[in-house]
């Protein structure tokens, strides 16, 4: 919680006052009791004090429980404020963190489990800091307060009371490591079944169909449901004994306590008054200490939250912003790859001493077998990964050296897999670039060849596509993901099976688009098709994470290589085109 407790301490004032409203209504609810009993039962109804005391001693209670009511009212604001505000704080900090951290990172946690953390674990952080602080507080300042009266009454009755919270406190600490526990375990649970909603909810649901597993993949989520149950039961079970336990104990200590100040009344050392009251602070003992048993048993689960989420703000940041970083104001796109080695995490090594050289203007191809390390160099290039050893370098700088941001605005990426937002045509084509003119959305959509198919959608370039794009064609998707690139007007370019989703018209149409986009941009394109690897000044073959063949396509085919072996292996579809 530690971590979690530094995002309070901005808004200290009004943590300050929170506490000093709850301070006022202790100092309130403890006094009436005394009152009750002192003034009330011994001073008017046995001594007889006439009906004007009496009058006035109701008044003053009233005007006492009014100001109470407007100390509660503060109490209640600026304790919620701190926490919804903290949690708030907490929530963006988490997300932004997650933003900073690599590709690698990602690629090795589920996503179901990183939304469960900033969803479930931070609603449960949310709710004990609004809820479970003000009453762990105040609780304590109310019983705080009703120990100062007891001993003031009659000490040796106070004492007996107290032999029994040692008891309580011990109950409460044997019930709250194990409702912790079982708090992590719930809500690891509640992860595991986010992580199962997110892959079958989204793109997966079509392969499950396809494949026809709804029933398997029912089972799967029936099983970790039930698992889910059974800890939160589990969870229940301990809430629910701790809560009548400390109660028991609470109870017989309210018995013992009647039977001896019984006896002193009788005895002429206790006033029937100070017993009645003393009787009261029992009776409200009760309110505060099952109070506090049942703020630490959620204390623990958000301790449980708290550590969860604490585990990703530990997490480092491999790609971290250098300090005086070199800003790429406009570079002319020369891009070099010297000695690069690079591994994943507990991994084998996927590229091997790659020595390459693109010039400015160039387009280069990069073909192989799937798992040459295509993808992985090109993604070096924006730094989603940094090399193991060795350097990629942009116009002769290092990459390591140079503001990230400046890096990123002078590359454009078309991945294989289209990466469109649940908001409008419009703004996904504006991604990465929002100021964009409406011309400029409307003539990079026309290079992309989706003007046309834009404009026939219901309402054109402001229709909402679905998640993830789910209301276009794979193809359509592509073409957006292209227009977003050509807007970004890049100057190094990265297709990475830019056109593996069109078909051979929209593809040709495609062609001639990328071949102006391209013109003057350093381009590494990732393809299959060989109308598009075609295209390119030079071709790159891969091999096991090394650079085996380079060259034009005609001059690779000579060298009855690797590239060639490719070639005549390679599929042709309907119209007899060969894909490597």
């Not at 730094?383 to 990123?408: E, I």
């Amino acid at each position: 919680m530690k971590r979690v407790l530094e995002f309070v301490r901005p808004y200290w004032p009004q943590l300050a006052g929170g506490l000093v409203c709850m301070l006022l209504v202790a100092a309130i609810n403890t006094s009436v009791p005394y009152i009750f009993g002192k003034e009330v039962v011994d001073k008017i109804l046995i001594a007889g004090g006439g009906t004007s005391k009496l009058n006035l001693l109701a008044g003053g209670i009233i005007l006492l429980y009014f100001v109470k009511g407007l100390v509660f009212y503060g109490q209640n604001y600026l304790m919620a404020f701190v926490a919804n505000r903290t949690v708030a704080d907490l929530r963006t900090r988490v997300y932004s963190h997650l933003q900073d951290l690599s590709l690698s990172f990602h690629e090795s946690v589920r996503t179901g489990d990183l939304i469960s953390r900033l969803t479930n674990d931070l609603n449960i952080l949310q709710n004990t800091l609004a809820v479970n602080l003000v009453e762990v507080v105040s609780n304590g300042l109310w019983l705080a307060g009703i120990l100062l009266y007891i001993f003031f009454i009659h000490p040796q009755m106070a004492l007996i009371t107290l032999i029994t919270l040692p008891l309580a406190a011990f109950a409460t600490n044997v019930f709250g490591k194990k409702i912790r526990s079982v708090g992590h375990l719930a809500q690891e649970k509640a992860a595991d079944l986010t992580a199962i909603l997110s892959e079958t909810l989204g793109e997966a649901v079509r392969v499950v169909k396809a494949f026809t597993m709804e029933k398997a993949e029912l089972e799967r989520f029936r099983k970790e449901n039930e698992r889910n149950f059974a800890a939160l039961m589990r969870n229940v079970q301990l809430n629910s004994t701790l809560v009548p336990v400390v109660e028991l104990i609470v109870t017989v200590s309210v018995i013992i306590v009647l039977w001896f100040g019984g006896k002193e009344v009788l005895a002429g050392r206790l006033t029937t008054g100070e017993l009645f009251s003393f009787l009261i602070y029992l009776a409200m003992a009760m309110g505060p200490v099952n109070g506090l048993s049942r703020s630490i048993s959620a204390w623990q689960q958000a301790r449980a939250a708290a550590e969860r989420v604490e585990d990703v703000l530990a997490e480092p940041v491999e790609i971290s912003q250098p300090k005086n970083a070199v800003v790429l104001e406009k570079v002319r796109g020369q891009v070099t790859f010297e000695n690069v080695t690079f591994s994943y995490p507990q991994g084998e090594e996927v590229l091997s001493q790659i020595n390459l050289t693109v010039q400015p203007g160039e387009i280069v191809a990069l073909v192989g077998h799937s798992g040459a390390g295509k993808t992985t160099l090109v993604n070096l290039l924006p730094r989603f990964y940094d090399p193991t050893s060795g350097r990629v370098l942009v116009d002769g700088v290092d990459l390591r050296q140079v503001d990230l941001n400046s890096l990123r605005k002078q590359l454009g990426l078309v991945p294989q897999e289209v990466v469109l937002f649940s908001t409008t045509v419009y703004e996904n084509i504006a991604f990465g670039r929002p100021e964009a003119l409406e011309e400029e959305i409307y003539e990079a959509a026309k290079l992309a060849n989706a003007h046309e198919f834009i404009m026939e959608l219901p309402e054109g370039y402001q229709t909402k596509i679905g998640e993830r794009g789910a209301f276009l064609s794979g193809g359509q998707r592509q073409r957006i993901a292209i227009a977003r690139a050509i807007l970004r007007d890049p100057k190094i370019l990265i297709l990475d099976e830019a056109t593996s989703a069109l078909d051979n018209e929209a593809e040709a149409l495609l062609q001639e688009a990328l071949g102006r986009l391209m013109r003057g941009r350093t381009t590494f394109i990732i393809a299959h098709r060989l109308s598009t690897i075609m295209q390119a000044d030079r071709i790159i073959v891969l091999e096991k994470g090394k650079i085996v063949e380079e060259g034009k396509h005609s001059e690779l085919l000579k060298k009855n290589g690797i590239y060639k072996k490719l070639y005549e292996a390679g599929l042709r579809s309907e119209h007899n085109e060969e894909v490597i």
